[in-house]
């Protein structure tokens, strides 16, 4: 049998207590004081992730205003920046013309070939 010294650590979750151990492994007081911050952890993690939703959603959402019932249309960057929309807000990449294309959900994002500062929105349908 080996002996391992007690250790006094400070508790993981933030809490500022002390406790005794002689394990390796051991980060938090209790169970209880684990699962505290496990839960604070996924909840941080389910908030950042909510909060890029919303950024898509609203720039989709501008999109699909300018567009109307329109499936493509060409536009200058400024334009849409003016609008309100994060033009480096993606999801995917959707295969076109020989090319992968930036894609927020259902509208690809193809940048002109004679002028950078224009691109088209084209809306992707499955017909
Ligand atoms: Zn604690």
Same mark, same amino acid.
């Given at each position: ?8 650590l400070e ?74 929309? +994060?033009?480096?807000l993606i ?12 894609t927020l ?21 499955? +017909?």
């Amino acid at each position: 049998m080996s002996y391992r010294e007690m250790n006094t650590l400070e508790c993981k979750c933030g809490c500022g207590e002390m406790f005794q151990t002689r394990k390796t492994n051991k980060e938090f007081l209790n169970l209880k004081h684990q699962k505290d911050h496990n839960n604070l952890v996924q909840n941080e993690k389910y908030r950042s992730l909510n909060e890029m939703e919303s950024r898509h959603r609203k720039t989709h959402d501008i999109y699909k205003k300018i567009m109307g019932k329109k499936s493509q249309m060409r536009l200058s960057r400024e334009f849409l920046r003016g609008a309100g929309a +994060e033009l480096g807000l993606i999801s995917n990449y959707t295969p076109f013309e020989g090319k992968q294309h930036p894609t927020l959900h259902d509208v690809m994002i193809i940048t002109d070939k004679e002028d950078n500062n224009y691109l088209t929105l084209k809306k992707i349908t499955n +017909e």
